[in-house]
């Protein structure tokens, strides 16, 4: 019995020296200056979360890999050697109304084209009407009323139209994601289009303005939604108003702190000798939003 009461001490002992521990001293620390500890973290959240104002996001290409990998090597010998070939490449598919090879929608086409081919840092535009630079528009429109005649006309009609539609590709100078080729895109789709005329741009860099912009326009209310998702679960665990809200503004708060640090080591290009890594100067926006919605469903 004696032994049992000894155990017994020795063990309320010891659970009394882990109570009386760093994380215990430190938690008194904090309930005892509230206000000044809860400021000054809150200080250090916002200064680390700085670097994520100018965050550049993109989609991941060649760019990521390391300057010594094959697949990266050779992009960058094919982008300087062979710049006049074009750096990027947009692929319009436009529905015509009716037969895109008939004379009407073959004018109109022509039209198109050439409001492209206008446009600075375009090297080249394929199409039915710039298969050979010598022909004009009439002998286009004569050559594709009977492309059978011609077994060279007929190959191109078969690969650039398809009923009422056809494919135009645009060679650009600009490389992918640039501003430049951006600012192209943008140009092709503020262009006037012929009447009946319904062209859409596409590419790698088309998509992720697309995907961007998209998620532009949903992520605000994907993430109300998840507010008031966790609102709620935590309003009906605890019984509490401001504990939920406490509990949503600090995660994201620290949350914003790890995209500031993401921005500044990866993006900006800080920690690269000791992180071995080489910065493409932005971080990819997919993952971006994946580690949010996670880390912020796990921190709750």
Not at 9 to 16: G, I, P, V
Not at 23 to 43: D, E, I, K, N, T
Not at 70 to 80: N, P, Y
Not at 256 to 263: D, H, I, M, Q, R
Request: aromatic share 8%; glycine share 6%.
């Amino acid at each position: 019995y004696m032994l049992i009461q000894a155990l017994m001490r020795k063990r309320r002992a010891a659970s009394m020296g882990e109570a009386r521990g760093g994380w215990y001293r430190l938690s008194q620390a904090v309930m005892r200056f509230p206000v000044p500890v809860a400021l000054g973290v809150l200080g250090v959240l916002v200064l680390l979360g700085t670097p994520f104002l100018h965050a550049s996001f993109t989609t991941p290409d060649v760019q990521v890999l390391p300057a010594g990998q094959e697949a990266r090597a050779a992009a960058d010998w094919l982008a300087q050697d062979f710049a006049q070939h074009g750096a990027s490449e947009l692929v319009i598919a436009i529905r015509t109304p009716g037969d895109a090879l008939s004379s009407n929608n073959l004018a109109s086409l022509d039209s198109y084209v050439r409001q492209i081919e206008a446009m600075p840092g375009v090297v080249e535009v394929q199409s039915l009407v710039t298969v050979d630079p010598s022909l004009t528009l009439a002998q286009y429109q004569q050559l594709y009323a009977n492309p059978s005649a011609n077994p060279q006309i007929a190959a191109v009609a078969a690969q650039l139209a398809n009923g009422d539609a056809t494919r135009v590709t645009v060679e650009l100078q600009s490389a992918e994601f640039s501003a430049a080729t951006e600012d192209t895109v943008k140009q092709i789709r503020a262009l006037s289009v012929p009447a009946g005329f319904v062209p859409l741009v596409g590419g790698e860099t088309p998509y992720q303005m697309d995907l961007f912009a998209n998620l532009r326009a949903t992520l605000p209310y994907a993430l109300l939604l998840m507010a008031l998702t966790i609102f709620v679960l935590l309003f009906l665990m605890t019984g509490s108003v401001v504990m939920p809200l406490k509990a949503i503004v600090l995660n994201t708060l620290s949350l914003t702190a790890t995209f500031g640090a993401l921005v500044w080591i990866f993006q900006d290009g800080h920690l690269e000798n000791l992180l071995n890594f080489q910065s493409n100067g932005n971080i990819d926006g997919t993952q971006t939003i994946l580690i949010f919605a996670l880390a912020f469903g796990l921190s709750m």
